[in-house]
């Protein structure tokens, strides 16, 4: 069992940053991918930014290609996702995610198993 809890959201003027910590319980942190999504009322969970367990492959989704780093520190069992240069259209709830099983692709929210409760980020002037 993990549980996943994410801090670091806030109301940031466009052309800001910020960046987002989620940290996990239990001792099998390393074991896991781990996913960064957002959703916005009314529309479906949105892949943002992945990682491997080991850390050596990542992957972003075009629109925030660039502009976001995704991060772990497995030594504090945390993930990160540094957003930078901020827009108006990433404001949604992020969650990020954790996935034992290399069943589905990494972009997808079905590889997932835990889920944090999420944490909100508005870009607006």
């Known amino acids: 069992q993990v549980q996943l809890v994410e801090s670091g959201g806030g109301l940031v003027q466009p052309g800001g940053s910020l960046r987002l910590s989620c940290a996990a319980s239990g001792r099998t942190f390393s074991s896991y991918a781990m996913g960064w999504f957002r959703q916005v009322p009314g529309k479906e969970r949105e892949f943002v930014a992945a990682?491997?367990?080991?850390?050596?492959?990542?992957k972003y989704a075009d629109s925030v290609k660039g502009r976001f780093t995704i991060s772990r520190d497995d030594a504090k069992n945390t993930v990160y996702l540094q957003m930078n240069s901020l827009k108006s259209e990433d404001t949604a709830v992020y969650y990020c995610?954790?996935?034992?099983?290399?069943?589905?692709?990494?972009?997808?929210?079905?590889?997932?198993?835990?889920w944090g409760q999420g944490t909100q980020v508005t870009v607006s002037s």
């Open positions: 995610a954790a996935g034992l099983y290399q069943t589905k692709s990494i972009t997808s929210t079905e590889r997932y198993d835990y």
């Open positions: 990682m491997s367990r080991s850390g050596d492959f990542k």
